[in-house]
């Protein structure tokens, strides 16, 4: 498995792999951490020759006695190296990015109120009102989010109350399946044509009736469905809609998202959920989907490695016997191939889907819903399997936006270090803690410290969502005062001396390094007067949580998140420095101009 495949090339570039350049400039190197200015790089094919003054560099170049050429960057730009994301999902994002049949429902300037979500479903080319067609074609939307949008107002199903006949799916959509995932992922709204297409009945004392799944939510009295589903019962439906669109959407779409993602710097990204659009029994599909547009487009697109998702693997004894060979697995044809290194657990839901596993009742939670969150799973479904994994040398990533959900994933992964006679694993990986969003108190950091873990922020809850946590998911008043000013506690993880690092969970939020570089320094909340001034990262800081520790959370420090002799050429350059804005306006003022993976220009 370790080798799955031969380069696409019929032979080896030796006029690309005895290239050299020598750019000169201002370089901000990042090494051990910190700016680490150069006025010098050079580089060789896909590696850095040598960094430095001008002269120690043209003396590397000229002892090779190989041809070179020499670029000086214009005034105020800036070389750094490439950053590097560490949490998103390649196939979802693709599956909405335009074009796409499936509609965007996300919080936006046109898209604020519930009405605004309605019309735009009724706009739909499938929306079929008078059941004229007769064909019953799905509507299927990403995006909304109660939690931003006014008024907070859910969508739903049998409310024989009759007080919000607005927000009825069935009103809404009465000859069309409609299914809405939400912007985290966690949640769905789906109607009574769309449960029946799942097999699904929605009224007690039928059949299909779910009755003892909470995860499928019912009306007080038990007696319904209400049209809200969580997590695992999400893709229990998500498996019946129409596929053939959606994967010729994805196919199709998966090569520009990369694209998409390379103007905004990233060299490097991290899929944290690979084999959630596999088939059953087959979790590595997804890889060898995404390998094939990388081997095709190889000379456009950042690396990618990537952990499975637990729910593909399925029975984790099964597949370690399946897939006996250690990781990390290479995937694919060409010279970028698909890393497959980790194991994704999803721990608890969505902070502003109130279901988070939080240390505290949430503010305005769902009506039955419980008031803390959930954790998905007992300790006991996930040590034994993660035990196995990293006795393997699987890295183990968790999904941990609550406090309790912090605490069991400390709690599990202690007990499985233990029995592994205290080792992390054969492979050296560091394990991670993802999200780390609310209810995070220092003990849990200062554990994860003394366990060798890192953590990476979903740093967009703060910008897009901490007004909104602070008004109407979590409070900041009273017994909750404190919560939403520790959203994403970066500045508490700095000094327990943890890695830590930003990501945007695409398609959740813009996968944008720059913006989560803007957000550390200033803690700024939209639609929120002001600025939070605790828990601030300086810019020195920020960058680091962009290049040099999600290098290490990916495993590829050796190589990537900083410029130093012997790693791969992979560099951005900004029109400005970063050092000469104001707190705030780097992804304003410094646009990325240019994007080089191991030498070559991709963007």
Not at 212 to 220: Q, V
Not at 303 to 309: T, W
Not at 387 to 410: F, P, R, S, Y
Request: aromatic share 8%.
């Amino acid at each position: 498995m370790g080798s799955t495949g031969d380069s696409l090339l019929t032979g080896t570039d030796t006029a690309f792999d005895h290239k050299i350049t020598i750019y000169n400039g201002t370089i901000l190197t990042m090494a051990e951490g910190i700016f680490s200015p150069a006025e010098s790089l050079a580089t060789q094919g896909d590696t850095i020759l040598s960094v430095g003054s001008p002269s120690d560099v043209k003396e590397a170049v000229l002892s090779s006695k190989l041809p070179f050429t020499e670029r000086t960057l214009s005034p105020g730009q800036v070389m750094l190296p490439g950053f590097v994301e560490p949490h998103l999902h390649l196939m979802l994002s693709a599956m909405i990015a335009s074009p796409s049949p499936i509609l965007n429902l996300t919080y936006s300037e046109n898209l604020r109120t519930r009405k605004d979500v309605i019309d735009r479903i009724k706009c739909s080319t499938n929306y079929d009102p008078d059941g004229q067609s007769g064909d019953k074609k799905w509507i299927i939307g990403f995006g909304y989010d109660p939690s931003l949008i006014q008024d907070h107002r859910e969508f739903h199903i049998n409310d024989a109350s009759g007080a919000d006949p607005d927000g009825e799916l069935d009103n809404i959509c009465k000859h069309n399946p409609l299914y809405i995932l939400s912007q985290s992922g966690h949640l769905a709204y789906v109607n009574t044509l769309a449960f029946q297409a799942a097999n699904i009945d929605t009224h007690a004392g039928d059949k299909h009736f779910p009755v003892d799944n909470s995860l499928f939510e019912k009306t007080p009295d038990g007696s319904a469905l209400n049209g809200i589903i969580r997590e695992t019962a999400v893709q229990t439906v998500s498996k019946h809609l129409p596929q053939l669109p959606m994967q010729e959407t994805i196919i199709k779409n998966m090569a520009s998202v990369l694209q998409q993602w390379a103007s905004r710097g990233c060299t490097t990204v991290y899929d944290a959920g690979l084999g959630l659009f596999s088939p059953k029994d087959k979790p590595l599909v997804d890889a060898y989907a995404i390998a094939v547009v990388m081997a095709l487009h190889h000379n456009k697109v950042p690396r990618l490695k990537g952990a499975l998702a637990i729910q593909s693997i399925g029975d984790v004894p099964t597949f370690l016997g399946r897939y006996p060979d250690p990781p990390p697995w290479q995937i694919g044809l060409g010279p970028k191939k698909v890393t497959v290194q980790g194991v994704k657990y999803w721990v608890d839901g969505s902070t502003q889907g109130f279901t988070a596993a939080v240390c505290q009742p949430y503010l305005n939670p769902p009506a039955g819903w419980p008031p803390n969150g959930s954790l998905n799973f007992p300790d006991d479904k996930c040590y034994a399997p993660m035990k196995d994994l990293i006795a393997k040398g699987w890295q183990i990533v968790m999904h941990t936006n609550g406090g309790a959900a912090v605490e069991q994933a400390l709690r599990v992964l202690e007990k499985a270090f233990n029995a592994n006679g205290g080792s992390q694993g054969p492979n050296g990986f560091i394990h991670r803690l993802e999200h780390v969003t609310a209810n995070v108190s220092r003990t849990y950091l200062q554990k994860a410290k003394k366990l060798g873990l890192s953590v990476t922020h979903l740093i967009a809850h703060v910008r897009t969502w901490g007004h909104t946590f602070s008004t109407w998911v979590l409070g900041n008043e009273g017994d909750q005062a404190g919560r939403s000013d520790r959203l994403d506690p970066v500045h508490d993880a700095l000094e327990e001396g943890l890695v830590y690092s930003f990501h945007s969970d695409c398609p959740v939020s813009e996968a944008d390094p720059l913006q989560y570089v803007d957000t550390a320094v200033t803690r700024k909340m939209i639609d929120a007067a002001g600025e939070e001034e605790s828990g601030c990262l300086t810019l020195e800081q920020a960058m680091r949580g962009v290049t040099y520790n999600p290098a290490i959370q990916v495993g590829g420090l050796e190589e990537i998140g900083t410029l130093e002799k012997g790693k791969k050429a992979d560099f951005v350059i900004l029109g400005k420095d970063p050092r000469s804005v104001g707190d705030g306006n780097v992804r304003k003022e410094c646009q990325v101009l240019e994007t080089w993976v191991g030498g070559v220009r991709v963007f």
